[in-house]
């Protein structure tokens, strides 16, 4: 008998380590739609509370170290004189986000889907390869400042860092099965971190007031100087990310709510005011991690400092503090984490929604860390440990270039009232979305003529 109860315990274990054979929650958007419920009355606080959530795993993905490779470049060399180019890529992520957001609940379908529906299989297999590249390219920026934070905080060789960044895998599977919240809590401690850690490490630099409001002021003239137009480009490509549409769209329909008019238009306020608070909270990062190159390295004399691991060099004899390079590889590392989450949600959206295919989360997340380290390990082996800059310069070259291909269905279906009905996109917001569309697509031009 208590061997019979001893085999049966070693099946039961057994059958929990083994390796699932379906796409399960919390990465699998089909999974988890409608699987949080929003309460239909009751406390607001409580209701935003509930309701919030999918913004903030659009908001990590913003906060990247693709990001904080262009802001520190921009700070140290023009001060916060780039801070208005900030703050625009930052409202231009909004207004992307909110109509991506406006698509998913108004229409019942993500983004890939409606393209599934809409385009031919031709197109849709085009879009699914470029949505793969940038989840990708994403992917290796997130290798890239993992190992690096690894490198820097604990002196593990760069390119054995790397390689521990593939054990991310073991995350996705310990959430098998849990639900979408825990996904958001965990994503919710990665960016209190970053923002807790880059808010100390501005209290310790401290702030100039009246630089900072004259760098928020837009002001051309300033991408005239040299350099600071790439760099404006930069992050550009940095802030806006295409595959974030493509998640955002699907992470929304996790609300449950039902589906009249009344209760779509209460999705869309709820679901507006997570999008702008968690996109405004990105923002404030990205523009602290500016105003921190500006003010310890620029306002020192430091005007060349072009890479993360030379900015954690400098924080400490400059800052005179070693809490300060404590906090910023920490802050890193928080960082380089959050594509282990917001990647595997995202590559499950774009496989099931344009090829109509599952694959268990774990097997996405083995594919797309493989796709990235291959890259990332070869460029530090090959061009040595100052690559990171380069390769993470890179990636965000990559993303840019992906960028319009992903805005135009999203604007042709926000504005689609056979799609999207009542709830279309308003005339000015499109305006706007295809005003960005068309800059997004110069700049680009601009910085393939360039290469």
């Not at 049966?8 to 059958?15: D, H, Q």
């Amino acid at each position: 008998m208590a061997k019979a109860r001893a085999m049966s315990s070693l099946a039961s274990l057994a059958s929990r380590l083994s390796l699932p054979t379906t796409a399960t929650a919390p990465f699998c958007p089909s999974e988890v739609r409608g699987t949080v419920a929003v309460a239909p009355q009751g406390p607001w606080w409580r209701v935003l509370w509930q309701a919030a959530g999918p913004g903030l795993l659009v908001a990590v993905g913003y906060m990247d170290p693709g990001n904080w490779a262009t802001d520190i470049a921009a700070g140290s060399q023009f001060g916060h004189g780039l801070l208005f180019v900030v703050l625009a890529c930052g409202l231009a992520a909004i207004v992307l986000q909110s109509l991506a957001m406006r698509v998913g609940l108004a229409s019942g379908q993500d983004l890939a889907q409606l393209a599934r529906r809409h385009y031919s299989p031709a197109a849709c297999r085009a879009l699914w390869l470029l949505a793969e590249l940038a989840i990708i390219a994403t992917d290796i920026a997130e290798v890239l400042g993992a190992a690096l934070a690894l490198h820097l905080l604990f002196r593990v060789p760069l390119w054995v860092g790397v390689l521990l960044t593939g054990l991310d895998t073991l995350i996705v599977l310990g959430l098998k099965g849990h639900g979408f919240r825990q996904l958001e809590a965990i994503v919710l401690g990665l960016i209190a971190t970053i923002t807790l850690c880059f808010g100390v490490q501005l209290a310790i630099v401290g702030v100039d007031g009246a630089a900072l409001a004259a760098g928020a002021v837009p002001d051309l003239a300033r991408l005239a100087q040299p350099g600071a137009l790439v760099l404006a480009i930069g992050i550009l490509g940095a802030t806006v990310m295409p595959h974030n549409l493509y998640l955002h769209s699907s992470v929304v329909q996790t609300r449950l709510g039902d589906r009249s008019e009344q209760g779509t238009r209460r999705a869309l306020r709820l679901a507006g005011a997570d999008t702008v608070v968690s996109l405004l909270l990105a923002t404030l990062v990205n523009v602290a991690i500016l105003v921190l190159a500006a003010e310890a390295f620029h306002g020192h004399g430091h005007r060349d400092v072009g890479s993360i691991e030379d900015a954690w060099r400098l924080l400490a004899p400059i800052t005179g503090a070693g809490l300060a390079p404590l906090l910023f590889g920490v802050a890193l590392l928080a960082a380089g984490q959050s594509a282990t989450f917001t990647g595997t949600v995202a590559g499950q959206v774009v496989l099931e929604g344009f090829l109509n295919l599952k694959i268990p989360c774990w097997q996405r997340r083995i594919l797309t860390r493989a796709l990235a380290i291959v890259p990332a390990l070869a460029g530090v082996l090959w061009l040595g440990q100052g690559a990171v800059g380069k390769l993470l310069v890179a990636t965000q070259v990559v993303l840019s270039l992906q960028l319009p291909f992903a805005i135009w269905p999203l604007l042709r279906f926000a504005g689609n009232r056979q799609v999207m009905g009542r709830f279309a996109a308003s005339r000015l917001m499109l305006a706007i979305g295809w005003l960005l569309f068309a800059l997004i697509l110069a700049a680009n031009l601009a910085l393939v003529a360039g290469l």
